[in-house]
């Protein structure tokens, strides 16, 4: 089996990338749909002075995730056929990765909105910061605690067949 060119690498790392993106996309796009109407809905001029700033914060971080998670894709525009995917590459990812930062604080501030405007203040800031813990173990303490996974293991075209008996 022959190995990829660095060209390659770099046109399946992107697509790897994107394919990423896509689903983020998806979750920031209905959470930013979700905010923009809120205002509309008939309740929302019960919230109180600290519900309305914690709104803002979840609308405002809502519309970066989306900019920053959609940018990879004017940045390809404007590199199209550039031979710059090492480039694009490096931003997209680093793209992500803010849109990600952008999309937990507000999913987080979403989460304290609503807790608050049924809950009391304590249980909502509780509720949060568990909301908060729990996003950052799945997105950055459990990835970041697994970067070296497989590096002790031998590559599938290296390894020899294992038999059963031990043979």
């Given at each position: 089996m022959s190995k990829e060119s660095e060209k390659q690498r770099w046109q399946r790392n992107f697509a790897d990338l994107l394919q990423e993106l896509?689903?983020?996309?998806?979750?920031?796009?209905?959470?930013?749909?979700?905010?923009?109407?809120?205002?509309?809905?008939?309740?929302?001029?019960?919230?109180?002075?600290?519900?309305?700033?914690?709104?803002?914060?979840?609308?405002?971080?809502?519309?970066?995730?989306?900019?920053?998670?959609?940018?990879?894709?004017?940045?390809?525009?404007?590199?199209?056929?550039?031979?710059r995917k090492p480039e694009l590459v490096r931003f997209a990812h680093r793209?992500?990765?803010?849109?990600?930062?952008?999309?937990?604080?507000?999913?987080v501030s979403a989460v304290l909105l609503i807790t608050d405007f049924v809950l009391s203040r304590p249980i909502a800031l509780l509720l949060s910061a568990l909301t908060a813990l729990w996003f950052l173990t799945f997105?950055?303490?459990?990835?970041?605690?697994?970067?070296?996974?497989?590096?002790?293991?031998?590559?599938d075209d290296d390894a020899e067949p294992q038999s059963l008996t031990g043979g």
């Amino acid at each position: 089996m022959s190995k990829e060119s660095e060209k390659q690498r770099w046109q399946r790392n992107f697509a790897d990338l994107l394919q990423e993106l896509r689903v983020a996309q998806t979750g920031v796009q209905i959470l930013f749909a979700f905010l923009l109407t809120l205002p509309f809905s008939n309740g929302f001029g019960r919230t109180s002075s600290f519900q309305k700033d914690v709104y803002i914060i979840a609308l405002l971080s809502a519309a970066a995730a989306t900019a920053l998670i959609i940018s990879p894709v004017a940045f390809h525009r404007a590199l199209f056929r550039q031979g710059r995917k090492p480039e694009l590459v490096r931003f997209a990812h680093r793209m992500a990765s803010g849109g990600l930062a952008f999309m937990l604080i507000s999913m987080v501030s979403a989460v304290l909105l609503i807790t608050d405007f049924v809950l009391s203040r304590p249980i909502a800031l509780l509720l949060s910061a568990l909301t908060a813990l729990w996003f950052l173990t799945f997105w950055m303490i459990l990835p970041f605690a697994r970067r070296n996974w497989g590096e002790d293991d031998i590559d599938d075209d290296d390894a020899e067949p294992q038999s059963l008996t031990g043979g």
